[in-house]
């Protein structure tokens, strides 16, 4: 267990409510079995989760339900890290830029960049740039730390990576359970690469919940417990998401 420390009492009491709000297994089954897009929102809008759907209009296609999602993941970082001692803030909102990795690791190995890419207020400026200058373009951004994984050999995710441990500002104890969580994490991304294409990630995404709730539950009064959380809220979001695009695009599939 980390050491506790009583400046985070306020963020583990909020962290803690939300915690227990979390979907139940009852609820994720409810979530399953409801195959209507429409009626899934409302399944959705009266659960904890409601603030993920409450922007989104009744019928939505997939490209709005992945826009609304990220902004209330942004949203949602931002509340969390500003629980947090003034010391540790920054280094917790820098947990908000996640959601971006993947499309930005495509861009920094010269992708094509996704449609929605164009109109998100994050990365569309950078996509107005010739290709060859989007790392250049991201030191005019809040992403601007992640310039350094444009370089060849692209790797957007260590620039990502060491920025974080660069803002953590304790040199102490807190270090240790953060560099834990980092490796679980590293882990869970060899085991999703391993798996051949058709493959169904529950059992590996279920084993990295069940170690972050292990993480959150042994290091509270401490930095950890807010990035544990922040996993968790992530894998509940690739949840909703799933199901909510997997609904759209059967709305949006013409009858034979």
Known sequence: MGRADTRFAYAQARLQARYGSRPSAADWSHVA??????????????????????RLGNRPGVHEIERRLREQWLADVDEIAGWQPEAWR????WLRWL?????????ARGGRPPAWT??????????????RDRGASLRRTPLAPLAAGFAPPADTAGAWTRHW??????????????????????????????????ARADEALGAFERRLQLAFRRNPLSPAAAVAHIGLLALDL???R???????LRDDTPAP
Do not use: C
Request: net charge positive; proline share 8%.
């Open 33 to 54: 079995a409801t195959a209507d897009l429409g009626a899934l929102l409302q399944v959705l809008r009266g659960s904890a989760v409601g603030r993920w759907t409450g």
């Open 90 to 93: 920054d280094s917790i909102r």
């Open 99 to 107: 959601v971006y990795l993947p499309a930005l690791q495509k861009l």
């Open 118 to 131: 164009r109109d998100d207020p994050v990365l569309g400026p950078i996509m107005a740039r010739d290709p």
């Open 165 to 198: 441990r660069q803002l953590w500002p304790s040199r102490g104890a807190a270090r240790g359970p953060l560099d834990a969580l980092l490796h679980e994490a590293a882990r869970l991304q060899s085991q999703l690469a391993a798996l051949p294409v058709t």
């Open 238 to 240: 690739r949840r909703i």
């Open 242 to 248: 799933g199901a909510l695009a997997t609904r759209a």
